[in-house]
């Protein structure tokens, strides 16, 4: 019976052109071996005929078949050499071999061309596999991609040869177009686009994901972002090329329902950052504490103090309160045990044991040291505790997004009872999403009313000097970035003049989509703002870079946990006599609390670079200062 398979049974010729069609397919590399075999047979060939026919050149001997096959070679390549040839019988094999070697060097270059041709094609569409070591990868295009990739720079300062490898579904072109405009300066960071989904198996190999130190996956502009984020952490995970040491992976999911799955399919390899929750919270927590936003912003940008996590073995054998008054230029705010898990701020009295690693706030880990320095605690400096008793408030939220109901829920766990929340805003939807707000417990009543929040005349039916906290979103799911924050930025300058008119200083938090759009909002002089996509392309960033970030801003902004509080100077300190802040971390110490930093607002402040409004973490505890009325100590502590 015949072999009907394609590959034999059908002669030498039917596989030869089986073998040949295969290699057409496979590429130029193949084609050129291809034309390798046929020289060397035609080649061979002629030297075998010339010496079994014993042809030889007119006026020299007959040739051996190694004379024969080199003379055949000579013609292959170069057409001229049979210029010379005498003898006709000789003159028509070279003549022949003479043919098939221009037939075979004509291919070869075309072949050469058009793979040339090709790599370069694939170079420029950004299809070729990158050959990165120690990389990190950023998956997927937002609006966030800009601020990560200029926090990461900041981080790489101290590698060498340090690369961001971005794939996404775009351009290549395109996207290194728009970086180079809005992250003109890389410092020492080179950054390479491919493009490609990053769902697919085949695209992912293209960033060497079995190389790189760390993965960002961001939420795309496209639909259903969350699915597109859970199925390329997918396609990571269970790669059955994957390396066998774990990914760091940090992956932005928008709805807080898909964690859960985002979590069982990433594992321990994946930190989530819940974007709006992790906005929500900070604005709940800077609209109650004026001037929080900066601190969070220090400690999640690469532009100053940040959170480290790493072994101290000088600390191994002390208590975690004895710890942290051993360091100078350094923060001490908590310890992971053996097993990983985070405790910020546990019992003074908790022994740091070996396999604990220290949590510190530093300007950089080369900065973090045990220092050999006396303690300058002036005792006397210590006030007594005095407890600031909790009263309810009225809150007024002037917008409305999808963050919204996230927002009336964790501003429900946090404030006393018969607090009033006010919802004033024009979406079509609002009614039928006010009805459904989930609000925890019974200390705070909702009402709502249609208003247009642009209106001078509108605001200012709304009594808006009576309330404690005003709080500002913009339309964003109804309008483009740009419109939303020129819609907020009116509604921040009516409430600007509302204010003047009242001779009423206003408590307002206003979320801005844009960074760029902030030093405009500058203006409005409102108390914080919680510039959103910057604030998850913070996280992000860190997240990339420290396996337990999530889990410590997880707990900072959980009602359970030990939260950044910032207090009236005055309930640690006697006040208008100067003190180190070793002073500080001791009277906090007493409490249970660890000292983070300070607020002091001077003449001058609006000339600071960084504008942080006299917000100042992670001071050297050995500076000498003088606390007056108005200024505040930054604490972490559980109410």
């Given at each position: ?252 999911i928008r709805d807080g329902k898909n964690a859960e799955l985002a979590q069982v399919v990433g594992g321990d390899e994946l930190q989530l950052v819940l974007a709006d929750d992790l906005i929500a919270r900070i ?229 801005m989509i844009d960074v760029r759009n902030r030093e405009l909002a500058e203006v409005t002089r409102a108390d914080d703002f919680v510039v959103s996509n910057k604030l998850v392309s913070l996280m992000l960033a ?98």
């Open positions: 019976m015949a072999n009907r398979d394609g590959k034999g049974g059908r002669g030498l010729g039917a596989r030869l052109r089986y073998e040949f069609d295969k290699s057409m397919a496979a590429g130029p590399i193949a084609l050129i071996g291809w034309l390798a075999v046929l020289s060397i047979i035609l080649i061979v060939i002629a030297g075998a005929v010339i010496t079994l026919l014993g042809i030889t050149p007119e006026g020299s001997g007959p040739l051996d078949f190694g004379e024969a096959v080199w003379e055949s070679l000579m013609r292959t390549l170069d057409a001229g050499t049979m210029g010379a040839d005498a003898g006709w019988a000789f003159r028509w094999v070279m003549l022949l071999v003479t043919l098939g070697g221009i037939f075979v060097v004509a291919t070869l270059i075309g072949v050469l061309s058009s793979g040339l041709e090709g790599k370069l094609d694939e170079l420029r569409k950004g299809r070729s596999i990158v050959l990165e070591k120690d990389h990190t990868i950023i998956l997927n295009w937002s609006a966030s991609i800009f601020d990560i990739i200029a926090e990461l720079t900041i981080a790489n300062q101290s590698r060498r040869r340090p690369r961001i490898v971005i794939m996404a579904d775009r351009d290549k072109v395109e996207m290194e177009d728009e970086i180079a405009q809005k992250v003109p300066n890389l410092r020492n960071t080179r950054i390479i686009c491919r493009s490609g989904d990053p769902t697919d198996l085949g695209d992912l190999a293209i960033t060497s994901p079995q190389t790189s130190r760390s993965i960002i996956v961001v939420s795309p502009e496209a639909e259903d972002p969350d699915s597109r984020v859970i199925k390329t952490v997918l396609a990571l995970i269970h790669d059955p090329d994957r390396r066998a040491e774990n990914y760091q992976i940090a992956a932005e604005v709940v927590h800077s609209s109650r504490q004026s001037g929080l936003s900066a601190v969070y912003s220090e400690l999640l940008d690469f532009d100053g103090s940040e959170i480290y996590t790493i072994e101290q073995k000088a600390i191994e054998g002390s208590s975690f309160g004895d710890a942290m008054m051993a360091y100078d230029s350094s923060t001490l705010i908590g310890v992971t045990d053996a097993e990983g898990k985070v405790w910020l701020n546990p019992p003074m009295e908790t022994a740091i044991r070996p396999g604990m690693k220290a949590i510190l706030i530093a300007e950089d880990d080369s900065t973090i040291e045990v220092t050999a320095s006396p303690l300058n605690v002036d005792h006397t400096a210590i006030a007594l505790y005095r407890r600031q008793e909790q009263t309810a408030e009225r809150t007024l939220l002037l917008g409305w997004n999808r963050r919204a109901p996230i927002i009336a829920f964790e501003l429900s766990r946090y404030v006393a009872p018969g607090s009033m929340l006010t919802i004033a805003a024009d979406t079509p939807e609002l009614q039928a999403d006010v009805s459904t707000l989930m609000i925890s417990g019974s200390n705070l009543q909702v009402e709502y009313g249609i208003v247009d929040t642009s209106s001078r005349a509108a605001l200012e039916g709304l009594d808006i000097p009576s309330y404690d906290h005003v709080l500002v979103l913009g339309y964003s799911d109804h309008m483009d970035p740009q419109a939303t924050d020129t819609r907020t930025l009116v509604t921040l300058l009516h409430l600007r003049k509302i204010a003047e008119s009242a001779g009423a200083h206003i408590n307002v938090v206003s979320e860190q997240a990339s870079e420290n396996e337990n970030i999530g889990a410590i801003f997880g707990d900072l902004l959980d009602e359970q946990g030990s939260e950044i509080l910032m207090r009236k100077a005055e309930a640690y300190l006697e006040l208008g006599q100067p003190m180190t802040f070793y002073t500080v971390t001791e009277a906090c110490r007493r409490r249970g609390e660890v000292a983070l930093g300070y607020v002091r607002k001077r003449p001058g402040m609006e000339l600071d670079a960084r504008k942080m409004g006299g917000v100042v973490v992670n001071p050297r505890k050995s500076e000498t200062l003088t606390y007056e009325a108005g200024d505040k100590i930054i604490v972490l502590a559980r109410e």
